[in-house]
Every structure is written in C-alpha cells, then in structure tokens.
C-alpha cells in the first residue's frame, strides 16, 4: 500500500493544539485502538479547524512541512501488521 497523499494526524499526548503545516489533512484521534472515525479536515481560508470528534484544534503554521508538528510526534502513520 502507498503512502498517505494527505497528511493524517494523532494526538496520543492529548494537546489542546497542534501546528501543523497543511491545511487539508486527516485527523485520526489517537493512535489505534482509541482512534476515531478517520476524518478529513480542511481549513479553506482560515488557519484554524477544530476536529469535530476529539475536538483538537489544529493550527497552521506555513514554516511546517506537510508532515511536521508541534509539537513533534503527531504525525501518524499506518502500522501494518505483521
């Protein structure tokens, strides 16, 4: 399977924010098994969007790389089985 086209992110540290540097991305709760629905965001023409599940409130922040936080480590990224 290919990677993610959209950036997803967690929050297992239970942040009240997160910078991100995109404005379309997926939010995915926590990491599995406490994940949530798997929602995509997008911001329009805003730079805030708060995530209607786990009520995260994502930031943008444009010196972010697409798959950068902050904080760090809220990046998720599928786990396969093995």
Do not use: W
């Amino acid at each position: 399977m290919a990677g993610h086209s959209i950036p997803h992110f967690q929050n297992d540290g239970g942040h009240s924010s997160i910078e991100i540097g995109v404005k379309e991305f997926m939010c995915v709760g926590a990491s599995v098994p406490y994940d949530h629905p798997h929602v995509f965001l997008d911001m329009g023409d805003d730079n805030e969007k708060v995530c209607p599940y786990c009520s995260t409130l994502y930031r943008y922040n444009p010196a972010l790389k697409a798959t950068q936080t902050e904080p760090a480590g809220c990046t998720f990224t599928n786990q396969v089985a093995a």
